[in-house]
């Protein structure tokens, strides 16, 4: 269960790409960041199961494999939530999303060997070379082997930016997203209307006829094709899970566009920006939980029976925003900037796609709580914070802000030392990316050490004070 946005590059104020999505499961489920090199003269298939993945998916490996990032689940290395290739593909994957049980009983998911979240970045990355590239070879694995589940993915380089949903088993629909627009989701079928001719949009061969034999679409009865009211869910579980998240997604960027919360089937798929997005707004939305509002979940004791679903859930294992800026070399160009955890209580801290190598303590951890790995480093800073949100919560809060905002300003330094180079002295530019970069990502596990450190403290007097446990005397 995730969420995502969109940003195409005319609804940006810098004219950059951004794609911002959360990655929610179990709040134990560790993360790695992960280099996979290129490689050649492969043979053979990419098998899911062979990975101890979900099920038995499998894919004709590429002879020549790009070299490519994931931040796959530590369990199986695979799963891998993100990433760019050394082409400059970007990819975000998966959001889950809900076909119709009208459209599953004509179509279902191939469970057992359709291809899952499990094998996306993996598959698309180590190949495909631009964001339509990669959307036409993950419809034809959902037309040939077919999708295990329901999901949505984004794809990104430097000139397009893509988003395909799937209806069913065998069904699909991707848009280019409109240069001036941006496209929020949240765990729903969102897209309406499909043109053939149109060249922003690509679909599955049979995707209307299919529909109109099976009796999900009717000419006669609805009039021009609407793939999501055609295919996928919207039912009550849509009108507080889901609705409200797209709803605070539109209204921060269209502050004047009035609608009710829950009425997602009637927003907008895409809408220009009167306020354009930026990467400071794409990890705000990561962090968005309707703070100050009476469905804020965790700023008036923590409520998990809040009916309206966040965007920044405990359980969200890491939130991540894909920056590309065509302009700049790749290596520096596109950055992926990732949050281990609950956005909420997390920094945002950024990979760049030049980067060589990442800390040893960003491919540690499992599901118990190792000191080493980057990942509980700050989970287990989220942990002791949600114990008193409102007391604790604003100073990690501030102090990761702060961190973000010495990196932000920080980085312009470091990308022109490496313009400045890049054509003198390559080994120069890769040693200044590399140290700042590695820099960067160390400093922020020590601050998450010291947060801890200091939350520890905080707690320990808030408990003697409510057990002191003192004598009479009032004395040691």
Known sequence: ???????????????????????????????????????????????????????????????????????????TGVHGAAGFNEAGLGVTGTESIF??????????????????????ADVILSECRTAREGVLLLGRIIEEKGAGEGFGVAFVDTTDVWYLETGSGHQWFARRIPAEHYFASGNQGRFGEYDPDDPSMLASKSLVSFAAEKGLYNPDRDGVFNFSRAY?????????????????????FNPSLVQAPDAGRTFPVTLAPEKKVTVADARAVMREHYEGTEHD???????GDEPWRSISVFRTY????????????????????????????????????????VPESWTKGTDQGEADSAYWKFRRVQTLAM???????????EAYAAYEAKTDAEAPAMEAEYLDLIGKDAAAAQKVLDDWN?????????????????????????????????NRKNKD
Not at 111 to 116: D, H, L, R, Y
Not at 232 to 252: E, L
Not at 297 to 303: K, S, T
Not at 328 to 357: Q, T, W
Request: proline residues 6%.
């Open 318 to 357: 890491e939130a991540h925003v894909l920056h590309v800026r065509p302009w700049l070399p790749k290596e520096i160009g596109e950055v992926l900037h990732v949050a281990m955890g609950m956005a909420d209580l997390s920094v945002f801290l950024p990979f760049y796609a030049g980067l060589s190598r």
């Open 1 to 75: 269960m995730c969420t995502s946005l969109v940003a195409a590059e005319k609804a940006t104020a810098d004219g950059s790409f951004i794609v911002t999505r959360s990655a929610d499961s179990a709040a134990i489920k560790a993360q790695h960041f992960i280099i996979h090199p290129a490689k050649e003269n492969q043979s053979g298939e990419w098998s899911t199961r062979a990975h101890q993945g979900v099920n038995d998916f499998t894919w004709p490996l590429p002879k020549q494999s790009l070299r490519y990032t994931t931040i796959p689940f530590w369990k």
């Open 99 to 120: 076909a119709s049980e009208e459209a599953l009983a004509v179509d279902p998911y191939v469970k057992e060997t359709g291809v899952t979240e499990d094998d996306i």
């Open 232 to 252: 996928t869910r919207d039912d009550s579980r849509d009108r507080t899970y889901n609705d409200p998240r797209v709803w605070v997604m539109q209204k921060r």
């Open 297 to 303: 979940p965790y700023g008036h004791g923590l409520r």
């Open 438 to 470: 590695l820099r960067v990502i160390t400093e922020a596990e020590e601050l998450a050490e010291k947060l801890l450190a200091k939350l520890f403290v905080i707690r320990t007097a808030d408990i003697e004070a409510l057990v002191p446990g003192k």
């Open 387 to 397: 114990t008193d949100y409102p007391k604790l919560a604003p100073i990690v809060k």
